[in-house]
């Protein structure tokens, strides 16, 4: 999935005012404090080469994962009717990015980020757009510790936020988001097994609070992935150049994986009880596997190349898509 244009200008604008090795020694840093949990009550960044690393390494990820849960989502829904949103710790505003191309009459964004040097570079992306929406966009320097000053929007959405919340704390963030939720509430999370039990947890809350799940659920029913199991979905990134020196890499590309919940407040879908592909589908020699989560829970389909129509659209099937 290719980064729009004015994304890719800044981030190149960035990183050619910086030696890459120094970038790259930040990456290692950045990505070395997630994986052990260091704390950092302050800030997230600390640093202006770790600050390039992230737009040149996270946001192309963060980006195309989003892209692609509203390509699943916008066609059950009438985009047109979603003209606010709120991201709640937006990082650099990825999110907002995302969203536009599909959400044409958003004209009224806020995005909440604790970083003011990401909400810097946040809007020197916008300035390169030809967005006015972007430019135009509401950013409030603050942790997510209390939101209760931000007024509801009709889109609420959060982003690899609540792994990074303190356990106690996560039934009341999703509380809080919830409540400033008018129509659409979008939860991603990385795609392991922590960042799907948190999203299995907030599954089960939004649905006790009156939400209806759309995706990538088939139904409002127990979720039925076992506890050594763990529903997640993978998304192909292209690497740019800088993204392989970066990262040390040789491949083009990288699969980035997550897990994620689109829930409805007060409005309407039309929408089958369609299922959902949650692996890999599985070619074989005159045969296709499936597996899938269903409305009356998980389920394997074998299907034939017999089964002529049936067999060309497995084909093309891929997993995360509808069945």
Known sequence: MELPYYIKKTIEDELSNHHLSDISNARKSLTNDYRNKKDRPDRFINSKEEIVAYLAVRLPA?????ASIIKKV?????????TSLLDLGSGSGTVMYAMIDFFL?????????RDKFLIEKG????????????????????????ISNIKK????????????IENNKKEAFINEAWDKTEKMFILVEPGTPQGFNNIKNARSQIIDLGGKIIAPCPSQNICPIIENDWCHFSQRVQRTKYQRLLKEGTESYEDEKFSYIVSLKDYSVSKDDLSRIIRHPQIHKGHIDL???TEKGLNEITISKKENELYKKARKIEWGDLW
């Open 62 to 66: 963060t980006y195309a994962v989003f």
């Open 291 to 293: 597996k899938l989560c």
């Open 153 to 164: 929007h009709h889109v609420v959405t959060s982003s690899y936020v609540l792994n990074e």
């Open 123 to 146: 809007k020197s992306i916008s300035n390169n757009s030809d967005y006015q929406q972007l430019k135009q966009a509401n950013w409030i320097c603050q942790d997510l510790k209390n």
């Open 74 to 82: 916008a066609p059950f829904i009438d985009t047109n009717d979603f």
């Open 105 to 113: 009459e958003l004209n009224n964004i806020t995005l909440i980020e």
